[in-house]
């Protein structure tokens, strides 16, 4: 496993491992790693001739209050990991690398960024977007990784390769969870242990709105209140927003007639997790 920092080496290593026309495949991380990061990167290998990652806390998809100075950082164990899984490059630059003083350019796509966590957390895809953005002219992948526990980050992500025409086909991995039901993510570990017990209630109510469904309810907001009231048993965890929307256009329904996704977000303590499921009336 080669570990590049700085751009210029990046785009080398990445020119030269494409030659013969290989499949590049890439999985745009913020360290951390966990078993979710792994899926992806087994799912790339599965489908990709070269697999590279990317190991950067990205400081523009962090808002003034949250947890940038905080979120986990273990480079060394990630390395490891990484290695474990033979993966062939990491790219792990500086913040100084990625973004050079006097930038002033960025990237928006409008009307899917303010939904959502974008709503909650303003400014947050237009971080995410543009460091992905940078991540895809440097690396060039054919193919880049991405977990389905942040819906709204994937439709962002379909609608700006899209739009800008990149030729990078975007691949959707399965959530990963915990035996319990509790979506992996690198927050986990924020959790007391009193508020890691607590924390699965955000799956539990995700059930609770399909099995409402599967017995004929179809009204958006019925199956909410369903999910809304689940939570309610749990008074450490607080929403931030439940809600039924089209998986494309992150669009609020009133109804289900094909298919949903439920998406929910909420703080356990002062933690924000976030999942979503998805419904079909097939």
């Known amino acids: 496993m080669q570990?590049?920092?700085?751009?210029?080496?990046m785009r080398s290593a990445c020119s030269l491992a494409k030659h013969g026309d290989q499949r590049l495949g890439l999985v745009p991380t913020m360290?951390?790693?966990?078993?979710?990061?792994?899926?992806?990167?087994?799912?790339?290998?599965?489908?990709?001739?070269?697999?590279?990652?990317?190991?950067?806390?990205n400081p523009t998809q962090f808002g003034?209050?949250?947890?940038?100075?905080?979120?986990?950082?273990?480079?060394?164990?990630?390395?490891?990991?990484?290695?474990?899984?033979?993966?062939?490059?990491?790219?792990?630059?500086a913040v100084e690398e990625m973004y050079p003083q006097g930038m002033t350019?960025?990237?928006?796509?409008?009307?899917?960024?303010?939904?959502?966590?974008?709503?909650?957390?303003?400014?947050?895809f237009r971080g995410v977007t543009t460091v992905v953005t940078k991540l895809f002219q440097i690396v060039q992948p054919d193919a880049a990784f991405f977990g389905q526990k942040d819906a709204?980050?994937?439709?962002?992500?379909?609608?700006?390769?899209?739009?800008?025409?990149l030729p990078v086909e975007i691949v959707a991995c399965p959530i990963v969870?915990?035996?319990?039901?509790?979506?992996?993510?690198?927050?986990?570990?924020y959790l007391d242990p009193q508020e890691r017990r607590a924390a699965p209630v955000l799956y539990?109510?995700?059930?609770?709105?399909?099995?409402?469904?599967?017995?004929?309810e179809r009204r958006a907001q019925k199956l909410i209140d369903a999910g809304k009231q689940t939570i309610a048993e749990e008074h450490s965890v607080r929403i931030d927003y439940l809600e039924i929307v089209d998986p494309e256009t992150l669009d609020r329904i009133e109804e289900v007639s094909e298919t949903a996704l439920v998406a929910v977000a909420a703080f356990v303590g002062s933690t924000r997790l976030i999942d979503n499921l998805q419904l079909s009336s097939d």
């Open 105 to 124: 350019t960025w990237v928006t796509v409008e009307g899917l960024s303010d939904k959502l966590c974008g709503k909650s957390r303003p400014g947050h």
């Open 31 to 57: 360290g951390a790693l966990h078993e979710g990061h792994l899926s992806l990167i087994r799912a790339t290998k599965a489908q990709c001739d070269v697999v590279a990652a990317s190991i950067f806390v």
């Open 204 to 216: 539990q109510s995700l059930l609770e709105i399909q099995d409402v469904f599967k017995q004929g």
């Open 152 to 165: 709204a980050q994937l439709a962002i992500m379909r609608g700006m390769t899209r739009d800008l025409n």
């Open 3 to 9: 570990i590049l920092k700085t751009i210029r080496e």
């Open 177 to 189: 969870r915990e035996p319990d039901g509790l979506a992996m993510s690198s927050r986990n570990a």
């Open 64 to 93: 003034p209050s949250e947890d940038f100075a905080k979120y986990p950082r273990s480079f060394e164990r990630d390395r490891q990991m990484l290695e474990r899984e033979a993966i062939d490059l990491l790219f792990a630059p």
